[in-house]
T-cell receptor, first 110, second 117 residues
Framework: GIQVEQSPPDLILQEGANSTLRCNFSDSVNNLQWFHQNPWGQLINLFYIPSGTKQNGRLSATTVATERYSLLYISSSQTTDSGVYFCAVDYTGTASKLTFGTGTRLQVTL | GAGVSQSPSNKVTEKGKDVELRCDPISGHTALYWYRQRLGQGLEFLIYFQGNSAPDKSGLPSDRFSAERTGESVSTLTIQRTQQEDSAVYLC???????????????FGAGSRLTVL
């Protein structure tokens, strides 16, 4: 099956810093989503981004499908950004089996 | 409903007992997914339902696991003869499949935390 690798596995930032999270995948995909899991376990969809670039406030994401990677940018980080960031991909065209990466654990400190 | 609802939020059971976990998806979402997340780990796909199509059960780890869905509404995940290795958070998600904007975006419930003693 498709392999999804995320880096870095752990990241500690001071409030206000910027960061880039990376997701590499081993096969062509037609569905890629980024999620944030907060410290209470709730998963929130951030982006549906099989290709191109999207922005939502301080967050933006870029997927270069031909090179099999996606990047999540967090600018001016806040303590509420802490948690685990997952990318998930699907290559069957139906989102029937999103395969999740192992995640990047982010801690933002004051 | 407004979001994906899961129950119970917490379940503690003894090894060997059967458990049922329930998921109520967002109204109108024809696709429903179950995932398992062990402590500190990523999400493992278990099963996918889409409308009246045969479910994709390829992620179920053993024949002790089964799931049903009535039409496009509630789903139950049943684990028989629970083992300690079944301890995890079981997450349900729903979505609208298709090509339109906003389709295929998964909305997750808060999860059911299962502890097998």
């Amino acid at each position: 099956g498709i392999q999804v690798e995320q880096s870095p596995p752990d990241l500690i930032l001071q409030e206000g810093a910027n960061s880039t999270l990376r997701c590499n995948f081993s096969d062509s995909v037609n569905n890629l989503q980024w999620f944030h899991q907060n410290p209470w376990g709730q998963l929130i969809n951030l982006f549906y981004i099989p290709s191109g670039t999207k922005q939502n406030g301080r967050l933006s994401a870029t997927t270069v499908a031909t090179e099999r990677y996606s990047l999540l940018y967090i600018s001016s980080s806040q303590t509420t950004d802490s948690g685990v960031y997952f990318c998930a991909v699907d290559y069957t065209g139906t989102a029937s089996k999103l395969t999740f990466g192992t995640g990047t654990r982010l801690q933002v400190t004051l | 409903g407004a979001g994906v609802s899961q129950s119970p939020s917490n379940k503690v059971t003894e090894k060997g007992k059967d458990v049922e976990l329930r998921c109520d998806p967002i109204s109108g979402h024809t696709a429903l997914y179950w995932y398992r997340q062990r402590l500190g780990q990523g999400l493992e796909f278990l099963i996918y339902f889409q409308g009246n199509s045969a479910p994709d059960k390829s992620g179920l780890p053993s024949d002790r696991f089964s799931a049903e869905r009535t039409g496009e509404s509630v789903s139950t995940l049943t684990i028989q003869r629970t083992q300690q290795e079944d301890s995890a958070v079981y997450l349900c998600a729903s979505s609208i499949p298709g090509q339109k904007s906003g389709a295929n975006v998964l909305t997750f419930g808060a999860g059911s935390r299962l502890t097998v003693l």
